[in-house]
């Protein structure tokens, strides 16, 4: 029997969408407002479901906690109050889109997981905008 479940976290984070091979033109016209030489900034919301056969002994898929402190480690602490362009290596030479956010939080949790769990990460850029991602 399998089942999945799910924490939702926050965090807050400037970044600035650009390629630094691309002409400041081009980068206006393809990310427009996000191209802000001066950043700007997000209040991300992250659902992160893990799936899994439910344990016979302990009657959980994951505890909880232990996913808790999986998303406070890897995301939470390397994230919140960050510039991503310039803070976090991650994104040294990839752009912090939320495509390319809600990858990361994904490769960064993945491995701390049991290797039959499966993860889906949704990362809420606004409470309109967001993106699914489950390593496909």
Do not use: Q
């Not at 505890?63 to 362009?85: G, Q, R, S, W, Y």
């Amino acid at each position: 029997m399998k089942a999945t479940v799910s924490r939702r976290a926050h965090f807050n984070a400037a970044h600035r969408l650009y390629r630094k091979d691309w002409t400041d033109e081009k980068n206006d016209t393809v990310f427009g407002k996000c191209n802000n030489p001066n950043f700007h900034g997000h209040n991300y919301e992250l659902v992160v479901s893990v799936t899994d056969a439910i344990d016979p002994d302990t009657g959980y898929v994951i505890d909880i906690k232990t996913l808790k402190d999986i998303i406070k480690e890897e995301v939470e602490d390397a994230f919140d109050h960050k510039n991503l362009n310039l803070d976090v290596p991650d994104f040294k030479d990839l752009i912090p889109t939320a495509e390319n956010i809600a990858v990361v939080i994904y490769n960064k949790i993945k491995p701390r997981l049991k290797a039959t769990s499966l993860l889906e990460i949704t990362l809420y850029e606004t409470p309109r905008n967001f993106i699914t991602y489950s390593g496909n």
